[in-house]
């Protein structure tokens, strides 16, 4: 469901792993951007059961919109999706502003996905969208940009290709996920003229020691401070993380009202009430047969009707 003005299914408390920072080496011009996701990791898998391949792609793309929105000023949310044709049919992952994080994959039955995008199909797009509060809260302004995966070997590769387009600037990343963590590091270099000249490719050398397996098992901080001791970081302080659903009773009474009578009582028919379960975060919605009519006979209080129940 996506309706920002709703008010927020309860998260889970932050785990003491869970934050995203970011940290500046001055004299290279390079700025950077780590997340490291534990707890919150693991209860939104705990609402589902992902193959190992669609685990994998969906804590990277996580790990990258967490990245992302301690790198951009959002101060809505960001989700990347990215859509194709194959096995996988949609795979969506969002930060907000607040540092709730969300999930979900979308598989063709008993199938899995590989994880390098090239073989996700020829026309398979990775979109970057930021949606920030408008003027009318009811209308919140939505920027997004889509790049076609392509060639890419990895999603890292995809999001380093989509900074080369929307920023110009030089874009390192590495992402990793498996049942327990999902981390990433971004450098970045300043634009303009910081730093010395060949502080970009230092930063680039030393980043390419670092492997999947070291960032997953490494405290963000002290992974920042072993890369890139010799470059003196300076740390620019971290937000906790932590999972949160946006789905509310109102939001799936506006969705019911969307629509209609007739229709919502043919679906409570069959079994006397209809039944919605969020796919975020697993939370039911009971509405029985007999309380339909008072749910159509009373206006929508707060909650615009989605466009989709996602």
């Not at 996701?37 to 589902?48: K, V």
């Not at 995809?158 to 387009?165: G, I, L, S, T, W």
């Not at 910081?194 to 397996?213: H, K, Q, S, V, Y």
């Amino acid at each position: 469901m996506d309706n920002e003005n709703a008010s927020p299914s309860p998260a889970t408390a932050a785990d003491g792993d869970d934050r995203c920072g970011r940290f500046l080496l001055p004299e290279a011009g390079v700025r950077g951007v780590y997340v490291r996701l534990r707890g919150s990791w693991r209860e939104l898998l705990s609402h589902a059961h992902y193959p190992p391949g669609a685990t994998a792609l969906l804590g990277e793309a996580l790990a990258a919109a967490t990245l992302f929105t301690g790198h951009t000023k959002v101060e809505g949310r960001l989700s990347v999706q990215v859509r194709a044709d194959g096995p996988l049919r949609s795979l969506f992952a969002e930060c907000t502003a607040a540092g709730t994080v969300r999930g979900i994959v979308q598989l063709d039955e008993g199938t899995d996905t590989p994880r390098a995008p090239s073989a996700l199909g020829e026309d398979a797009l990775l979109a970057v969208t930021i949606e920030n509060p408008g003027l009318d809260p009811r209308e919140p302004q939505r920027y997004q940009s889509l790049v076609a995966l392509g060639d890419a070997g990895s999603l890292a590769q995809a999001f380093e290709d989509y900074f080369r387009q929307s920023e110009q600037l030089p874009t390192r990343l590495l992402l990793a996920a498996d049942g327990d963590t999902a981390a990433g590091l971004m450098l970045q270099k300043l634009p303009g003229e910081e730093g010395d000249a060949d502080g970009w490719d230092r930063a680039g050398a030393l980043f390419d020691t670092l492997g999947e397996a070291e960032l997953l098992a490494t405290d963000p901080q002290v992974l920042a401070h072993r890369l890139f001791h010799q470059e003196r970081p300076a740390l620019l302080g971290e937000k906790p993380v932590r999972f949160g659903c946006s789905c509310s009773r109102e939001r799936v009474e506006a969705m019911l009202r969307s629509l209609g009578e007739e229709e919502a009582r043919a679906a409570a028919e069959a079994t006397g009430a209809v039944e919605v379960r969020c796919e975020f975060c697993g939370r039911e919605y009971h509405f029985p047969l007999a309380g339909i009519g008072v749910l159509f006979g009373q206006p929508s209080a707060n909650a615009e009707a989605p466009e989709r129940l996602q």
